[in-house]
């Protein structure tokens, strides 16, 4: 297969950022550099929805790129070398299985990424990792929209809860998560590709949405009439500049707000059904 390259030139503390809101195009892989970092993407995905996330990142992080083609690259090495296990605190850790044990942590996550998006060093996903310490899942359904590796449907499970269903449009997300929740052995865990077009009509008592602003506006009721009365809905993806914008769509859609946390450039949203 051919891949196109993005030799991305930016402020490596905006690195992170960047990768984040490039994940919303179907890149495959992230590759951190001294002084910027690859993207890379199968060339017949690199198309005109592709060009433009990516200028849209641009009109709100800086940074420069210069697209090439590559060969196949050994994508195990990429990941391996750029994943680092992270804890929070006695709470959650999260490894790869090529890793030794986190010793000294209530949960313990074992997560090899591939090439789907989200370990639990992005922002967006620590917050939503570090919210669910206080949440009571046992005996609850849980919905994880957009699940990428699976790490909060696996973690759910860990928790308690009785059902969990996880789904994501990108099918190398879905198969990633099957791989995980085998590897962490918390079945059942129904994994499903595509989007809310293929959840059963049912009920769920707490809802994970870790996306990206554009998908939440559009899809927030819809998710509200999956929510129980008296639901939770976590949303995270979101920059804290778009804050106001969910709120609002939030209100719009019946939702009541609770809280909200930050972390670096980004928020992420508590609500009641």
Known sequence: MEYTCLDIECDPAALELIFALLSSAPFEAFEEEETGGKAFILSELWDDAARQT????????PFTFSARIVADENWNAIWEAGFQPIRMGDFCGIRASFHDPMPG??????????????????????????????????????????CGTGVLAILARKLGAEEVLAIDYDPASTENTIENV???????????????????????????????RNVLMDTLPDLKTLLEPGGLLLLSGILIRDQPLLLERAAETGLIFESAQTKGDWCMLRFRG
């Open 54 to 61: 990516v200028a849209d990142a641009q009109n709100l992080v």
């Open 105 to 146: 942590v209530r949960h313990e996550l074992v997560i090899d990424p591939k090439m789907a998006f989200g370990t639990g060093h992005h922002e967006t996903t620590s917050m939503m990792v570090e919210a669910m310490e206080e949440i009571d899942f046992k005996g609850k359904r849980v919905f994880d929209f957009g």
């Open 182 to 212: 085998q590897l962490n052995k918390v079945e059942p865990v129904e994994v499903l590709e595509g989007t809310l077009d293929v959840v059963p009509h049912q009920l769920f008592a707490v809802i994970l949405a870790n996306i990206n």
